[in-house]
Structure formats: C-alpha cells, structure tokens
C-alpha cells in the first residue's frame, strides 16, 4: 500500500514546501485544460466561456477545499451529452437554478457520509456509461468539424453522418471543406505527437499542439470557418441571478429529477477519478467525503454564476501528477492562469476554429469508447458484467444517460440474486502478531462494499496483512475489481500480503507475484 509521504504536503504549513514543483505542474494542467474547457462547453450547448468559469471554479475554489489534494476538478467530457440535451429541451437560462440544487445535493452527501457509496457503483455501468457518452461525443462533433450544429439525438446524429461526407465537394474549397480539413489537421497532430514526441517533452499536451497548429493555419491562410466566441471580457461571463423568478424552474418535477441526474453522475464520476488519481502517487489518500462537499460548493457557485456543471476529471488529474504536483497549490494555480489568460488574451481566444475543439473532443471521446473495459470484464468475471457494460452502453447511447445508467445499476442487482442469503458481509481484524488479519464472512458484493473498503484503507503501509476469504461464499466483480486495485496499490508499495480463500473466489484476484 501506497504510504503517506511526509514529503507531500496538505497542511497549511507544507503548501508551499514544493511551490517550485507545483508551479510548472500548474502550467501543464492550464495548456491541457484551456481547449478541454472551450470544447466541453461547446460540445454541451453552450458558449465556451461557460467552461472556461467553471474551470476556473474548480481550479481556485473547490482545488482550495478539495479532499483530493492533486485531482483537478473542471467541466467534464462525462456530463456534456446530458447537459446539451437538458438544454435543449429546457433553455440555458434553467441550467443555473438545476445545477445550484445539484451542488446542494452533494453538499447533503458529504454532510451525511455517504462519499464511500459511490464507490460501490459496478465497474461494468461506469466504464459502459463512459463509453457510451465518448460514442455520442464522436458522432456529435463530427458535425462540428463541418462547421455545422450537432442534431437532438445521438441517433439523428449517427443517421446524419453519410449526407455530410457525401456532399464535400473539395473543388470549390468552400468553408465546410476547409473546416473538415482544420478538424483533420488537429486530430492528426494530437495522434501524431503522441506517437512521436520525444520523451524530454512527454508534458507538453498534444490538444494544445494540435489547437495551435489549427489556429495558426486558419489565421495564416485567412480561412473562411467559424471561430470561438467568447466575451471582450470574462466578468460579463459571470452571469448572477437578477431575481426570484431565476428559481422558477426548480418548481417542475422534472427539473428536479435532472439535477438529482446530474449531482449523482458528477459525484460518481469525481469519486471514481479520486481513486484512479490515489493509484498515481505516495502521497495524501483521498478523503472522499471532503471531496463532495467540495464539488458542491463549486456546482454551487457554478450555478449561481451560470457556468458548467463540473467533476473531477481524470485527464488533466493525471498530468497534474505526472508534472510532479506535490500539493494543491498547483490546481489553484492552475485556475488562476486560466482566469489571468481570459482577461488578458480574448482577442487570442477569438482566432480559434471551432472545427479545431470539435476535432479535440472527437479524440477524447474515442478515448472514452474503451473496449478493454468491456474485454476485461468478460475474462475476469465471466459474461454477466460484460453484459452490464453492453447494455449500459447501448442505451446511453439509443436512449438517455439516465436511463442507461439505471438499468445498469438494475442489472447489477442480478448478481446478487444467488446469493440473496449470504448478503449481509462480516469483516472482522484479528492481531496475529506482526501482521493483520483481515476475515470476510459471507457474500462479497457492492452492498458491503463500503465497511470493507474503510476497513482495508485503514491498514498501515508497514504492517502485512492476511486477507482471509476462506468464508467468502461469492463474489460479485465490484468487490472483485476492489480488492485488485488495494491489492496492486499494496504491491507497489512493496508489501507483500497473504491473500487465501477458495480458488473460485481467488481466481479473478491478481495474485502472481
């Protein structure tokens, strides 16, 4: 297990122990997120600068309060398809009063607890819901590299496809030619550079690369496509309510059901991010409650200031730790670039193609659609939760996020069915001298999940333990896909721990040395 470090910082006294680490990392994460921020809103339905607020939120404010010192929280790739389609049935002017409710909502959450629950969620319906909102992201921006507006439905959008590539007509270089050929150019830059580029400029973000190549071609050759638009002026970008009747849509059942959608894929997604974030460095283990109270707050503010809903998000996460971010400081920091940049350089903004963000979020999206996911459930833990994964992802697809998702979590209960005896998990410790020893009893699925993570995350890093499955009856692939990740963390740590149980319940554990 990953230790502690007390070389990493989060008290007040150690914020600024590694201010020169954490001042480059900031650089990094704000070159990643500048196009991430424009292209999510846009790809949502709504002005760029509306990301660029939340971006800014989430770096200054909900990266101050945060209970995962290094994870980056901005708008995310994960709520774009659901927040396009709230806004289109719904008006923008109703996404403000919606998403303040939202970060209510996770405020109650993090009040009551209940961070370790998310959790629990299956594998199967996150990885199948992500792909799915990766798969409608692709077929929404394509039309955006033909300069034209995304349809209501991803499957008007899939239909839409073969009329827009059969009517390019490169003779006459009209702007939706030249538009597709920005997209193209930035997509293949972003492919390109992470292919080749040397390992001395491994930080130097390939969205970036590829939105500077497309802008600077647009401008050189004076090219007819649509640019960005964004405000003379970022403070007219922080729209606050100007009267009671701002709250009105929260008085429509269905409105209120959307923002209970929004604030539980938000907080999945965030809590999800946090532990893949844990598994990338030594040092502060994510306080998970902390964490969604603080994405409260910033949805909070995101919806008094009628910006993007946000989460925390795995993308500019990872290039925080990878550019050797020590604290928090750099996602302050890196928020406070964003702001600095916007106030002083619109007119930079301006020059933009918006066929070069469609091309960004086309690559993020496929990188979403990741069938390893799906294929690794299936020989790990046999065709159910593949199946899971399909279903979720079809309807998230076919359907709506919400919909998908709740069948998801529907079909995951299935799992539970043979079992329905043994549901109730013990977990009991045992002192066994120089080591632990930690014994379930009991059915091994996501609804014990909670009392078994806080017991495994609470052993210290220099002390073994013995995890004792011998009573284990069953085990379903979330608690499965769990103890991997807290057996693997344990292994990369150096530890080496007893694990012994039947080889049906073993069998899906990485237990090779």
């Known amino acids: 297990m990953t230790s502690v470090s007390s070389g990493v910082g989060d008290g007040r006294q150690g914020l600024f122990s590694h201010f020169g680490r954490d001042f480059t990392a900031s650089i990094v994460v704000f070159l990643v997120a500048m196009p991430l921020c424009m292209g999510i809103a846009i790809a949502s339905g709504v002005p760029p600068e509306r990301g660029l607020v939340t971006g800014i939120i989430g770096g200054v404010v909900v990266g101050l309060l ?3 010192p290094l994870q980056v929280s901005g708008p995310a790739a994960g709520l774009a398809v659901i927040v396009f389609e709230f806004v289109r049935e719904n008006g ?5 009063p919606v998403l303040l409710l939202a970060g209510v909502l996770q405020l109650i959450a993090g009040a009551l607890r209940l961070g370790g629950l998310f959790r629990a969620i299956s594998p199967a319906v996150v990885h199948g819901m992500l792909a799915g909102i990766g798969a409608l ?3 929404g921006q394509f039309h955006i ?12 959008n899939l239909a839409a496809m073969p009329a827009r590539v059969f009517g390019l007509d490169f003779t006459n270089a009209a702007a939706t030619e030249m538009a597709l050929l920005i997209g193209v150019l930035t997509i293949t830059v972003m492919l390109a550079w992470e292919k080749l580029r040397p390992k001395s400029m491994g930080l130097v973000p ?6 500077v190549s497309a802008t600077a071609v647009a401008w050189g050759m004076g090219l007819d496509v649509a640019r960005i638009e964004v405000p003379a002026s970022i403070a007219s970008a922080f729209s606050l309510p100007t009267s009671a009747a701002w709250f009105a849509p929260l008085s429509q059942p269905a409105l209120l059901v959307a923002a209970v959608a929004i604030a539980f894929i938000a907080s999945a997604e965030t ?7 844990d598994r990338m460095h030594d040092g502060v283990r994510t306080h998970y409650d902390k964490e969604l109270r603080a994405q409260g707050i910033g949805n909070f503010l995101c919806g008094v200031f009628g910006a993007l809903p946000m989460t925390g998000v795995i993308v500019r996460s990872s290039a925080n730790v990878q550019a050797g971010a020590k604290t928090r400081l750099s996602t302050i920091f890196h928020g406070v670039w964003i702001l600095g940049f916007v106030a002083l350089l619109p007119w930079l903004l301006r020059e933009v193609p918006m066929a070069a963000l469609g091309g960004v979020l086309v690559v993020t999206g496929w990188k979403l659609v990741s069938l390893k996911h799906v294929t690794h459930l299936f020989k790990a833990h046999g065709p159910l939760p593949a199946a899971i994964w399909a279903a979720t992802f079809v309807l998230v697809v076919t ?3 919400l919909t998908g998702v709740l069948v998801g979590l529907a079909l995951s209960v ?3 069915l043979p079992h329905y005896k043994h549901l109730r998990l013990k977990v009991a410790e045992h002192d066994e001298g120089e080591a632990t020893r930690v014994e379930l009893n009991g059915a091994a699925t996501f609804v014990g999940l909670t009392r078994l993570n806080a017991v495994l995350e609470k052993q210290p890093a220099n002390r073994p333990v013995h995890l004792d499955l011998g009573l284990v009856k069953a085990m379903d692939h979330t608690t499965a896909e769990t103890l991997s990740e807290w057996i693997s963390r344990r292994r990369q740590g150096g530890q080496r721990d007893r694990i012994t149980g039947p080889d049906a319940i073993l069998r899906p554990l990485p237990l090779a040395s």
């Open 414 to 416: 299935v799992e539970l």
């Open 137 to 139: 992201i692709v077929i």
């Open 206 to 211: 390939g969205a970036l690369l590829g939105v």
């Open 66 to 68: 945060a209970g995962s």
């Open 145 to 156: 590299l033909f300069d034209a507006k995304p349809l209501s439905s991803g499957l008007q």
């Open 399 to 401: 359907t709506d996020l």
């Open 92 to 96: 923008l002017e109703a996404l403000g």
């Open 271 to 277: 809590l999800l991010s946090a532990a893949a974030v």
